[in-house]
């Protein structure tokens, strides 16, 4: 899982992201898939990566904190398998 | 009353997901706490 | 807080939507939900239409479910198509399939954002003909010919479960195989002219037993709209949500602009407001005191002792409201029994307050019809009906 987070990653243009009280709800309009991103954190994450050089500092940013670092990695592979994220062509490179 | 401990950066974390009414600790946050997903076609009302 | 109980008090906006756009309809199916067949004068105009887009798009709803009646009987319909996926509003349209020519298919197949649902209650011509009338069954096939033959992916096809076509589920599915389509099953709903026809083509308790079954066996390929919820008291839920989307995150929005709690509860009792009169959709999703309330917290009432309610969640509103239950008690066709008193029972049935059906038999009409229309029964009200009063039933004091 730690490849996950020392990737570069950003929004699939084919999403929507609507705030919810809860979090956010994620409508991918080519695949449908329909996914809750159940918190504030994570949706923050999730709309930052793409202007982070890896996962990783997307997630100090947001103040997750370290012990949560392995669940938010698993959420992350869990969106890139449904498209709602994306590898950035320019990742892995240390900026 | 004791007086309450210094605030920590994990507790500061904590206080600040306040709509996460559950008490998961560090060790316990799953991917299903961060992530669901469900059908379209998977809520009643709807053609 | 679990997700289910986070979407019981409702969304900011509709997740998605069923968006009725038209009461005609070229068939006149026996258990129609919205009594469609003529259309209404005061249908939304082309613009109105597309002022409702507009706001699906500035409140994000992700997509529509567009039916009706035929919604392909519109002349602006393919017009309304492109203007919402141009404005980021999805849309998979209902369709008996009147209209997919191989040129509109052709379209369909060219366009992103669009799926195609046909409807279709039988198998066989027999067994979907006797509902939907003659030649409906040939029609919808050569629909999903056209679309399959055009290249258009994945069409759903929609069955409504019955008495008759419940044990074809296998045929359903070759059928779907066939065309390269999904296999849609949803639940009877005594709703519309459903009413008139629940006693006859609603499921046998064995048969439900049945169809759960099936579909845990093969449910991973076949979708219901989670409108089998309230057969979670067999075992397992299926897959959805497990909820009554009503006015928390779905709802209807009719061809004169009225916004229903859902398509199967088009009744006075389920109208949240208008777009054209309360200001708009987004005012009427927000603001409207029917809404408010289906996004209250909800006890259970008779049902909170029974240990089922947890996955079951009671069933369907529609289904007691329009067979005359409580809509604290059990479903009408609850799993464990539990109705089978208050059905035995006098019941008052609430009376019809949107009834858009054909008044005279034509030679298109399914045969269930006609049968149905020899038995002595009330005339239906229609929309040219003088008294204020008709069609109006003194009911018991909602809850």
């Given at each position: 899982m730690t490849t996950t987070l020392d990737q570069a990653w950003t929004l699939s243009p084919s999403v929507a992201l609507r705030p919810e009280p809860f979090g956010a709800l994620a409508y991918h309009f080519g695949n449908r898939k329909l996914i809750f991103l159940r918190r504030h954190e994570l949706v923050a994450v999730v709309r930052a990566l793409g202007e982070h050089p890896d996962a990783r500092s997307a997630l100090v940013a947001a103040g997750v904190p370290q012990a949560h670092h392995h669940a938010y990695a698993m959420a992350l592979a869990g969106l890139a398998a449904r498209d709602v994220i994306r590898r950035r062509p320019d990742g892995g490179e240390n900026l | 009353m004791d007086a309450a401990p210094a605030a920590t950066e994990t507790d500061v974390a904590l206080c600040e997901d306040d709509l996460a009414e559950d008490d998961t600790a560090d060790e316990d946050l799953t991917m299903e706490d961060l992530i669901e997903e469900v059908s379209i076609d998977g809520m009643c009302g709807v053609y | 807080m679990k997700l289910v109980e986070q979407f019981e008090l409702g969304l900011d906006a509709p997740i998605c939507l069923t968006w009725?756009?038209?009461?005609?309809?070229n068939l006149s199916c026996a258990h129609c939900l919205s009594s469609s067949g003529r259309r209404d004068p005061r249908e939304l105009t082309t613009r109105q239409c597309e002022a409702v887009i507009d706001e699906l798009q500035r409140m994000a709803v992700f997509y529509v479910n567009v039916g009706g009646g035929?919604?392909?009987?519109?002349?602006?319909f393919w017009h309304l198509l492109r203007y919402a996926v141009e404005h980021q509003v999805g849309v998979k349209f209902s369709t008996?399939?009147?209209?997919?020519t191989p040129e509109r298919a052709r379209f369909l197949a060219a366009t992103d954002y669009v799926d195609v649902q046909v409807s279709l209650d039988g198998a066989t011509a027999e067994v979907n003909d006797y509902v939907r009338g003659p030649g409906s069954f040939d029609m919808a096939v050569r629909a999903l010919e056209n679309l399959r033959d055009a290249g258009f992916r994945d069409a759903k096809i929609s069955v409504v479960c019955t008495r008759h076509n419940v044990g074809q589920l296998d045929d359903f599915q070759a059928l779907a195989d066939r065309f390269g389509a999904t296999l849609r099953l949803t639940r009877l709903r005594p709703s519309g002219r459903g009413a008139d026809v629940w006693d006859d083509l609603h499921l046998l308790p064995g048969q439900q037993r049945e169809l759960y079954d099936w579909l845990l066996a093969?449910?991973?390929?076949?979708?219901?709209?989670?409108?089998?919820?309230?057969?979670?008291g067999f075992g397992d839920a299926l897959p959805g949500l497990n909820l009554c989307g009503a006015g928390r995150v779905v709802c209807l929005i009719d061809p004169v602009g009225d916004v229903y709690a859902?398509?199967?509860?088009?009744a006075d009792q389920f109208l949240a407001g208008n777009v054209l009169t309360d200001g708009g959709f987004q005012r009427v999703w927000r603001d409207s005191p029917l809404f408010a309330e289906l996004r209250s917290p909800q006890t259970g009432g008779a049902c909170a002792s029974c240990g089922h309610y947890d996955s079951c969640r009671g069933g369907c509103m529609a289904a007691k409201f329009f067979t005359g239950l409580p809509l604290d008690g059990p479903d009408p066709e609850c799993v464990m029994g539990h109705s089978e008193q208050a059905l035995a029972a006098p019941r008052t049935l609430p009376g019809v307050s949107q009834d858009h059906s054909r008044a005279v038999s034509t030679r298109k009409q399914p045969v269930m019809l006609t049968l149905l229309t020899s038995r002595p029964a009330a005339p239906p009200v229609t929309?040219?009906?003088?008294?204020?009063?008709?069609?109006?039933v003194p009911e018991a004091t909602a809850p």
């Amino acid at each position: 899982m730690t490849t996950t987070l020392d990737q570069a990653w950003t929004l699939s243009p084919s999403v929507a992201l609507r705030p919810e009280p809860f979090g956010a709800l994620a409508y991918h309009f080519g695949n449908r898939k329909l996914i809750f991103l159940r918190r504030h954190e994570l949706v923050a994450v999730v709309r930052a990566l793409g202007e982070h050089p890896d996962a990783r500092s997307a997630l100090v940013a947001a103040g997750v904190p370290q012990a949560h670092h392995h669940a938010y990695a698993m959420a992350l592979a869990g969106l890139a398998a449904r498209d709602v994220i994306r590898r950035r062509p320019d990742g892995g490179e240390n900026l | 009353m004791d007086a309450a401990p210094a605030a920590t950066e994990t507790d500061v974390a904590l206080c600040e997901d306040d709509l996460a009414e559950d008490d998961t600790a560090d060790e316990d946050l799953t991917m299903e706490d961060l992530i669901e997903e469900v059908s379209i076609d998977g809520m009643c009302g709807v053609y | 807080m679990k997700l289910v109980e986070q979407f019981e008090l409702g969304l900011d906006a509709p997740i998605c939507l069923t968006w009725e756009l038209t009461y005609a309809c070229n068939l006149s199916c026996a258990h129609c939900l919205s009594s469609s067949g003529r259309r209404d004068p005061r249908e939304l105009t082309t613009r109105q239409c597309e002022a409702v887009i507009d706001e699906l798009q500035r409140m994000a709803v992700f997509y529509v479910n567009v039916g009706g009646g035929e919604p392909t009987v519109r002349s602006d319909f393919w017009h309304l198509l492109r203007y919402a996926v141009e404005h980021q509003v999805g849309v998979k349209f209902s369709t008996n399939g009147v209209r997919i020519t191989p040129e509109r298919a052709r379209f369909l197949a060219a366009t992103d954002y669009v799926d195609v649902q046909v409807s279709l209650d039988g198998a066989t011509a027999e067994v979907n003909d006797y509902v939907r009338g003659p030649g409906s069954f040939d029609m919808a096939v050569r629909a999903l010919e056209n679309l399959r033959d055009a290249g258009f992916r994945d069409a759903k096809i929609s069955v409504v479960c019955t008495r008759h076509n419940v044990g074809q589920l296998d045929d359903f599915q070759a059928l779907a195989d066939r065309f390269g389509a999904t296999l849609r099953l949803t639940r009877l709903r005594p709703s519309g002219r459903g009413a008139d026809v629940w006693d006859d083509l609603h499921l046998l308790p064995g048969q439900q037993r049945e169809l759960y079954d099936w579909l845990l066996a093969r449910g991973d390929r076949v979708l219901t709209g989670d409108s089998f919820f309230h057969l979670a008291g067999f075992g397992d839920a299926l897959p959805g949500l497990n909820l009554c989307g009503a006015g928390r995150v779905v709802c209807l929005i009719d061809p004169v602009g009225d916004v229903y709690a859902c398509p199967f509860a088009i009744a006075d009792q389920f109208l949240a407001g208008n777009v054209l009169t309360d200001g708009g959709f987004q005012r009427v999703w927000r603001d409207s005191p029917l809404f408010a309330e289906l996004r209250s917290p909800q006890t259970g009432g008779a049902c909170a002792s029974c240990g089922h309610y947890d996955s079951c969640r009671g069933g369907c509103m529609a289904a007691k409201f329009f067979t005359g239950l409580p809509l604290d008690g059990p479903d009408p066709e609850c799993v464990m029994g539990h109705s089978e008193q208050a059905l035995a029972a006098p019941r008052t049935l609430p009376g019809v307050s949107q009834d858009h059906s054909r008044a005279v038999s034509t030679r298109k009409q399914p045969v269930m019809l006609t049968l149905l229309t020899s038995r002595p029964a009330a005339p239906p009200v229609t929309a040219c009906a003088g008294s204020p009063l008709a069609g109006f039933v003194p009911e018991a004091t909602a809850p």
